[in-house]
């Protein structure tokens, strides 16, 4: 069956906000560059319009991996947006997600209506396209707020990290300074990290042991309560 509606209704879009941590360096976010206008060649977060056919989450699965080859990842729902100056075409709603990855597996591959994909430390941001510095804005206020309850920086950590590597992500994300013996006290003492009995590799200095966060373990403490909390 069949029907007619009596008001017109707006479009329905998708943008991702992808966080990643280069422990060399700083927490990054992923942008493409448009290949098509509005704000043709300007830099924007990966998204696009949902199809009559899918999901939002389907959509914005696609979008990412259509506009950067980033595939695979967990997107969980941050906001929706719809200011009614938005969108310069027209009426347009988005939902936005946002998602943590390891750079090391995911190497990006401009695609679609993207010429370019790059990562960009949040400290020199370029200029963005539509609302996505708003959008950005929002998945950074959540990442600071949910890493303070949840092991949830581990996903941008390679599989085997330093307590260097691990302190240095949440002083990026949080953009404080942390006391180096506090924060590997609290964390060791939670019992959550696996020594892999392995060392760091090519570093001039005296090598730090590599550590993995034991996710098994995280699983069956929270069902009794467990609290993470650093």
Partial sequence: MSYTYDYPRPALTVDCVVFGFEPASALKVLLIRRKLPPYEGEWSLPGGFVQVSESVDDAAVRELQEETGVADVFLEQLYTFGSLQRDPRERVVSVAYYALVSLQGHPLQAATDASDAQWFALS???????????????????????????????????????????????????????????????????????DTEEKEQSVAHRAAKLYAFDTTKYIELKKTGFNFEL
Avoid: V, W
């Avoid at 959008?135 to 085997?160: D, Q, T």
């Avoid at 260097?164 to 942390?178: F, V």
């Fill in 124 to 194: 020199t941001l370029p200029s963005l396209g539509f609302d996505h510095r708003e959008i950005l804005e929002c998945a950074i206020a959540r990442l600071r707020s949910k890493i303070r309850y949840e092991p949830i920086g581990f996903e941008l950590l390679p599989k085997k990290f330093t307590l260097s590597q691990l302190q240095r992500l949440y002083e990026q994300i949080l953009e404080r300074e942390l006391d180096k013996r506090n924060f590997r006290k609290k964390l060791l003492k939670m019992d959550l990290l696996i």
